[in-house]
């Protein structure tokens, strides 16, 4: 039966016409593949700079220098880093490092702060915060803001908010390490700490993820910009 169906020019052109249908999904789930390449190399020269800056937070705490001076500290480099790599000129996909210093930095600050706090804190007060850090979040979605705004979904809206998105995320890391349980609950759920686990890799497989939703229609589906 097979071999009468496979010697039918009608099968066969059914199968041409499928392998064409699909050879354009193919592709895009391969350059999707390849697309987030492009980040290993900002994260490998990082992790040629870490040490340096590993070392300026750890002179800075064995003087006991205060958070406010530290601070200044971080915001001179945030300015320094900003004019010497204009967020405006950043490219799609920059493998420069410096326009995504200020990410670095503002996680940096985020591990001296932590270590600074230990135990201590207002619960409630780091609970505000991260509430407040979230809805930010949901605000500057580009969907969100369209909404609220009246335009046109703009999904390159925020692309160069370096300073912004360093030091909203380093707000909730804090806030989820030393506010109340309520708020740490969601982060500690076994499936959130699992993507936290692999979350590089997971990030690397976002983009194909995407790319083969919108090969499937993805795009037309309720809610898809969210």
């Given at each position: 039966?097979?071999?009468?169906?496979?010697?039918?020019?009608?099968?066969?052109?059914?199968?041409?016409?499928?392998?064409?249908?699909?050879?354009?999904?193919?592709?895009?789930?391969?350059?999707?593949?390849?697309?987030?390449?492009?980040?290993?190399?900002?994260?490998?020269?990082?992790?040629?700079?870490?040490?340096?800056?590993?070392?300026?937070?750890?002179?800075?705490?064995?003087?006991?220098?205060?958070?406010?001076?530290?601070?200044?500290?971080?915001?001179?480099?945030?300015?320094?880093?900003?004019?010497?790599?204009?967020?405006?000129?950043?490219?799609?996909?920059?493998?420069?490092?410096?326009?995504?210093?200020?990410l670095f930095l503002c996680g940096g600050a985020a591990a001296?702060?932590?270590?600074?706090?230990?135990?201590?804190g207002s619960a409630r007060a780091w609970g505000f915060a991260?509430?407040?850090?979230?809805?930010?979040?949901?605000?500057?979605?580009?969907?969100?803001?369209?909404?609220?705004?009246?335009?046109?979904?703009?999904?390159?809206?925020?692309?160069?908010?370096?300073?912004?998105?360093?030091?909203?995320?380093?707000?909730?890391?804090?806030?989820?390490?030393?506010?109340?349980?309520?708020?740490?609950?969601?982060?500690?759920?076994?499936?959130?700490?699992?993507?936290?686990?692999?979350?590089?890799s997971a990030y690397l497989w976002h983009m194909p993820v995407?790319?083969?939703?919108?090969?499937?229609?993805?795009?037309?589906?309720?809610?898809?910009?969210?």
């Amino acid at each position: 039966m097979s071999l009468a169906r496979a010697s039918n020019p009608r099968y066969g052109k059914r199968r041409r016409m499928n392998a064409a249908m699909m050879a354009p999904s193919t592709l895009a789930l391969a350059f999707a593949l390849f697309w987030v390449l492009w980040s290993i190399r900002v994260e490998f020269k990082f992790y040629l700079w870490l040490p340096l800056m590993a070392l300026a937070l750890a002179w800075m705490a064995a003087r006991r220098w205060s958070l406010s001076a530290q601070g200044a500290v971080l915001l001179v480099a945030l300015a320094l880093a900003s004019l010497a790599w204009p967020p405006s000129a950043t490219g799609t996909n920059d493998v420069r490092l410096g326009p995504y210093l200020p990410l670095f930095l503002c996680g940096g600050a985020a591990a001296a702060v932590d270590l600074r706090l230990g135990h201590g804190g207002s619960a409630r007060a780091w609970g505000f915060a991260g509430l407040l850090a979230c809805a930010v979040f949901a605000l500057t979605l580009p969907e969100t803001w369209s909404l609220l705004s009246g335009g046109a979904v703009d999904h390159k809206l925020t692309h160069t908010w370096f300073v912004f998105f360093g030091a909203t995320w380093a707000t909730l890391l804090l806030a989820v390490l030393h506010g109340p349980r309520w708020l740490r609950a969601p982060f500690a759920w076994a499936p959130m700490r699992l993507l936290g686990v692999v979350s590089f890799s997971a990030y690397l497989w976002h983009m194909p993820v995407l790319f083969g939703m919108a090969a499937l229609g993805g795009r037309n589906w309720p809610l898809a910009g969210w």
